[in-house]
């Protein structure tokens, strides 16, 4: 069994900065890749970045390249996404996800475990 619990969400100016964190507990998730998706009004829900099971190999999605970074902290069982720059499209709820091969998949349909979300709100 696998629990995800984000956090870190909020209401910020476009522009800012925020850290969004999910927390894990249960089965070790070390071999697994994770990654962090969201799901906007009125879109599908789509994939934002992963970060390999080895902590070093990650992806993201082409709009938010140089703005959002992913990481992970084994000894915490903390996966972050920090985001940069956010933009009033950036808004969302975000949701992290575990993925059991550990390759670090662009889509969402590859994980298995998810959070419940966290609202990240961007304004004007």
């Known amino acids: 069994q696998v629990q995800l619990v984000e956090s870190g969400g909020g209401v910020v100016q476009a522009g800012g900065s925020l850290r969004v964190s999910c927390a894990t507990s249960?089965?070790?998730?070390?071999?697994?890749?994770m990654g962090w998706c969201r799901h906007a009004p009125g879109k599908e829900r789509e994939f934002v970045a992963a970060?390999?099971?080895?902590?070093?190999?990650?992806s993201y999605t082409d709009s938010v390249k140089g703005r959002f970074t992913i990481s992970r902290d084994y000894a915490k069982r903390t996966v972050y996404l920090q985001i940069n720059s956010l933009k009033p499209e950036d808004t969302a709820v975000y949701y992290c996800?575990?993925?059991?091969?550990?390759?670090?998949?662009?889509?969402?349909?590859?994980?298995?475990?998810w959070g419940q979300g966290t609202q990240v709100t961007v304004s004007s």
């Open positions: 249960g089965r070790t998730l070390s071999t697994y890749s």
């Open positions: 996800a575990a993925d059991l091969s550990g390759a670090g998949s662009r889509s969402t349909r590859d994980y298995a475990y």
């Open positions: 970060i390999n099971w080895d902590g070093v190999r990650t």
